[in-house]
């Protein structure tokens, strides 16, 4: 996996492995955050069907973008669009499944798990307010911690970013002066007051902080989890603190409301429950309304109902939490009403 995430950090299009004979390809980009999911599901469907996918993780942004202008098959983002974008647009939208951001660390001594984090006090390290590692906001909330008199350097995604609307979303539910001062969207303007730098998709941001002392960067769990970096623990709605486990991740993806989401457009930040992760996101996907092309169209639709059906175990593996089974239906019952051929026929 950790080639995967490097493949994701160059741009690279990933493709499973597919059979020399399969001649069938589906084609998306989009956000990096589900990536290494997608690079596992695409692996598997591709031995079980010869079926190959063609996924470039180039951000949500690129893929709101590239979805848009029909260059690819479906578009892929983390930050999900309004129903009335996507009706001005003619898409729709669906969750493929969901997952979770962290912080990470690079202090030397420091071990995963063992940094504690309050929204208001990353919200403001990413503000410039706390510059140094023993600051005393820090080091109130880490007795026993040895924290070095080093500068923080933030590390923030360079790209439009699903990631980063989610962070930015949650920073701005914890924090007034953040909401106020920078606000929530895929790319912001990022306060000058820090040490700041840039790093292209969650590899990017994962690989900038493995390699810099004194840094903290936000990223799907997976990529802390295949880059061995040190997460942090996190204080959530209900006071508590809380490491990064699929216990956690689940427990703030149990009070999801999508029966209730127009657009299946639902943010799952900063969930209550004395055991939820406060930086819980889904990752979606963007098709067309009117396919011109039906047989592709099917074959995105057969992916990612073999994903929802069979891909559990693998999405589990990485620590991303798979769609409960009644959004799956709701899910797939849009797929046939609203999915058409240019003609009008359901797709699905």
Known sequence: M????????????IAASASVYADTVINGAGATFPYPVYAKWAEQYNKETGVKLNYQAIGSGGGIKQIIAKTVDFGASDAPLSKDKLDKEGLVQFPAVMGSIVAVVNLPGVKAGELKLSGELLADIYLGKVKSWDDKAI???????????????????SDGSGTTYNFTDYLARVS??????VGVDKEVAWPQEAHQLGGK????????VKRTKGSIGYVEYAYAK????????????????VLPTMEAFQAAAANAD??????????????????????????????HKSQANEATAKEVLKFFEWSYANGDALASEL??????????????TMWHSDIKTAGGKAVY
């Not at 007034?176 to 001062?181: I, P």
Request: aromatic share 10%.
């Open 226 to 241: 295949t880059n061995d970096l040190a997460y942090t623990q996190m204080k959530n709605k209900d006071g508590k603190y």
């Open 176 to 181: 007034s002066d953040w909401k106020s001062k």
């Open 319 to 332: 620590e991303y939490v798979p769609m409960p089974d009644n959004v799956v239906k709701m899910v797939e």
């Open 201 to 208: 998709g969650n590899a990017g941001v994962a690989n900038f």
């Open 2 to 13: 950790n080639n995967l995430l490097k493949g994701a950090l160059l741009g690279c299009t």
């Open 258 to 287: 999508w029966a209730n989401a127009p657009g299946f457009k639902l943010i799952l930040n900063d969930q209550p429950g004395a055991a939820s992760w406060p930086m819980t996101a889904a990752t979606f996907i963007l098709m």
């Open 139 to 157: 080091a109130e909330l880490n007795s026993g911690v040895k924290l070095p008199h080093t500068p923080i350097y933030t590390v923030h995604r």
